[in-house]
């Protein structure tokens, strides 16, 4: 059966396009209080998951041992723009590992943000590997290969780092196996966009991780990952723009509402989040892939329907799931907005 | 009942997104080849439908009271890329009307091909209307208007031309009801990107209208507009560049498979296309509005089921349906293609 949708582009008072999919919204104890779509079929969870892969940075110690601060535990957790504020941190946190770029094995692309690419352009410049939306995490690898690599060439222990069974990697995927409680050595792998595997999980799995990560609590959550998803949540709220960037949800949403709602969104319209306030976690796939148009504007709708906001923050958070669209001109044409179909799931 | 799934994005073996659209192939009698999916529900067809929106511009007259060339008649039917030699000859369109970039309603967006939008950032400039996709549509209504106009002064007559009352839109949206054959004063209407209306018109009418105007036949087809049509295809057929530009699927098939395919992408992934020698239309929606993910896929899909192809054309629609994923490393991690259940239904 189909998925239903969630989110529809109106244009005039005619639905345009529709965008289905699956939202699983769970407790640390794995009561599921939305089951919007079919959200027991795996899905690969991509970059929605880099909180959860960073954990082993902070509970091995390799955090303290270098001395990485909040922005740079931060952007480990990032799908950033690229911009320069956060090349300059990735930077600074390849440094302390006593690195640099040419250890960054997740490859080059221009920064999808336009004023981003822009710039480098009219600087006359490429892009290289730190201006990978995944350079942080990618940073926050080596330096846990700092700890891991127990005295041998750092260099040479860490070339391949990217491979299922490198440490490294094996140590990033027991934390993300031990938070979801999900098997992944049965799950279907592939390889993601900067070359780490990535495991297909259920929403229901990841919407309980994040729901353990946001309140410390579940059965079966190791103290070790209560702290430092803890930790590392609080780094993002305090700097959320290391989180994503300029004109992005996850830095918007986290700077109005900091340590109210962690986010981190995916490629191909992957979504979690944790409401610690209210105990919850919150997993969304859109099944075509389209996050700006769609994840989002559905996440937006679950903060609403969870999360306790203020009228100013209400206000934000309307603008995100029900967008009046425009055209070239300015004139507003349609909109793009959470159907009734959505609400009225996340209302029970 | 939901559409069927018409393109699929795997990651590995594991099918990580997928789009549901509708298609319908139809001849010029309005027998159906293939309709899979909803091919009833009126959906907008954007720019899909611009070659019968410069239909009057032809058959007016204008076109040779002006003396248009064949790049000027082909940008009138394009979304192109806003290159340099996009913006020369809509600026030479302009010119021959008397006219220049400020009579342009459609409004400025910066050009979404990378290289293009870069170009213009590292020379310190700034687009403007003539690199809107839809500049050359635009310059055709405005030639329209030169006949139109009766001697009026043709800058005040010509201002608010894209209000559905003003008689250059009325003109285009006769034409447009003439060639479907649909009613569109009953239709949906809504405002396009570039400020003119557009009317909700079932697939299955579009299909007709291309397959009346790709063979200059069918029950109810004007000769007028048959013979504009021939024209405008053949004049797209010998630029295919003016069409849409580089890196571009429409561009790039019609200047491979010439005057035996004309093809037109619209905004929110509707595509019409013509197979004159097979003496079918095509037209496609796919649900959730992604063009170049899905339409595109689907569509070369469809060429390859009805046209005849030579090894090397083969080869070209077979990357553009069945196409491998690539991260940042080049790694191939998945492909884009046609499902099954798609080539199925388009083979009968």
């Known amino acids: ?14 639905r345009e396009s529709a965008h289905r999919g699956a939202i699983a919204v769970l407790d640390a104890d794995g009561k599921r209080l939305v089951a919007l779509g079919d959200i027991d079929r795996p899905v690969f969870p991509r970059s929605a998951v ?7 940075l902070v509970e091995s110690g390799a955090a303290d041992r270098l001395g990485l601060d909040d922005e740079e535990l931060a952007i480990a957790c990032a799908s ?15 440094a302390k590992a006593g690195l640099d770029v040419g250890a960054l094995e997740c490859g080059t692309h221009w920064p999808r943000i336009g004023k981003v690419a822009n710039a480098i352009a009219a600087a006359g410049g490429e892009p290289n590997a730190l201006n990978n939306n995944c350079s942080g995490k990618h940073a926050g690898f080596l330096c846990l290969a700092c700890v891991l690599c127990g005295g041998v060439n750092l260099s040479q222990y860490a070339k391949g780092y990217v ?10 995927t027991e934390a993300l ?18 070359s780490i595997p990535t495991y297909a999980i259920p929403l229901d799995r990841l919407a309980l991780a994040f729901a353990r990560i946001g309140t410390g609590t579940g059965t079966g959550l190791r103290p070790g990952h209560a702290r430092a998803g803890a930790r590392l949540r609080k780094a993002v709220a305090q700097h959320p723009f290391m989180a994503a960037g300029s004109d992005r949800f996850d ?21 979690c989040a944790s409401f610690p306030e209210r105990g919850l976690g919150v997993a969304i796939k859109i099944d075509d892939g389209n996050t700006a148009r ?9 903060i609403e329907a969870f999360v306790d906001l203020d009228d100013e923050e209400a206000d934000l958070l309307r603008r995100l799931s029900d967008a009046p669209l425009r055209n070239w001109n300015g004139i507003e044409v349609g909109a793009l907005r959470a159907t009734p179909e959505l609400r009225d799931g996340l209302n029970g």
């Open 1 to 14: 059966m189909a998925n239903p949708v969630l989110v529809e582009a109106m244009r005039g008072d005619t």
């Open 50 to 56: 880099k909180l959860l892969q960073a954990i082993p």
């Open 80 to 94: 950033h723009n690229g911009e320069p504020g956060h090349v300059a941190v990735v930077e600074r946190m390849l």
């Open 163 to 172: 491979a299922p069974r490198h440490p490294v990697m094996r140590a990033v």
């Open 177 to 194: 196996e031990a938070t979801t409680g999900h098997d992944l050595r049965q799950a279907p792998r592939g390889i993601d966009g900067c």
């Open 251 to 271: 830095t918007a949403v986290m700077e109005a509402l900091g340590e109210r709602v962690y986010c981190k969104v995916g490629a191909e319209a992957v979504f």
């Open 294 to 302: 769609a994840a989002e504007v559905a996440m937006a709708a679950a």
